[in-house]
């Protein structure tokens, strides 16, 4: 299976040079050499995309967007990287420079930046991969964020409605359960009757009908009484 650079190589390669000028700067980039003195026989602008593009052909790679965001160029000497780089800020890219296993690099990891080098190299395809990878990231942070959250909050729930029913085991083992007001022994009876509902569904139990304020409101006052008890 061929590597997502190589693919990507594969898209400018296979894109037709009409102008002879734009033929005659692929050459000279293919055929190496100083690579300042080479872009300065660029005649237009075409000529400075298909100067960018062979570069990158020949000196570029880029990682699978599903893995991570990272497009670089690697080069033998400081003086190419350096060249490299002053071309690229020429035509809007900023690109960072380092040194990697005594290889001269530069390199560029914002996905949007990367978007924007591949269209402007004409890898439109390979932009959209880029594209549609970011969407497919953000929108599983997004859900592993929304998981994260229920699971908080279905935690926090659990552990509210086992204050709860421990306040209401106590009271009933001491024997005081029935000695409270009415109203606070049916909500005791339908809180350990329906542990998995929420305040507001155990309102509606009652009789007459409570808010889940007043639910919460009566709660707390078994809870105090059981404190009491302690």
């Known amino acids: 299976m061929e590597s997502f650079s190589k ?6 390669q296979a894109i037709e040079i009409k102008k002879s000028c734009c033929r005659y700067t692929m050459k000279l980039v293919q055929s190496g050499g100083n690579l300042a003195e ?3 026989k660029c005649l237009c602008d075409g000529c400075r995309a298909v ?11 880029i990682t699978d967007p599903a893995k991570q965001y990272h497009l670089d160029f690697s080069f033998k000497t400081e003086e190419e990287r350096d060249a490299a780089y002053e071309i690229l800020s020429s035509v809007g890219f900023d690109f960072r420079k380092t040194v990697r296993r005594e290889r001269f690099v530069m390199y560029i990891k914002e996905s949007s930046v990367i978007e924007d080098f591949l269209v402007y190299m004409g890898a439109q395809n390979a932009a959209f991969d880029v594209m549609n990878s970011k969407i497919v990231h953000e929108f599983r942070n997004s859900v592993n964020r929304q998981v994260n959250c229920d699971t908080a909050n279905i935690e926090k729930q659990l552990a509210s409605v086992k204050k709860y029913t421990d306040a ?9 359960l029935d000695t409270l007001p ?3 022994k049916e909500t005791a009876r ?9 305040l507001a569904d155990l309102g509606a139990l009652l009789t007459p009908p409570v808010t889940k304020s007043g639910v919460r409101h009566r709660l707390d006052k078994i809870l105090y009484y059981a404190q009491s008890e302690k």
């Open 7 to 12: 693919n990507v190589k594969a898209q400018l």
């Open 190 to 198: 339908v809180r350990m009757e329906n542990e998995q509902l929420s």
């Open 38 to 40: 080479a872009y300065s």
């Open 182 to 184: 009415d109203e606070l």
């Open 51 to 61: 100067f960018v593009r062979e570069m990158f052909v020949k000196y570029g790679s």
């Open 168 to 176: 209401i085991k106590l009271l009933e083992e001491n024997g005081k």
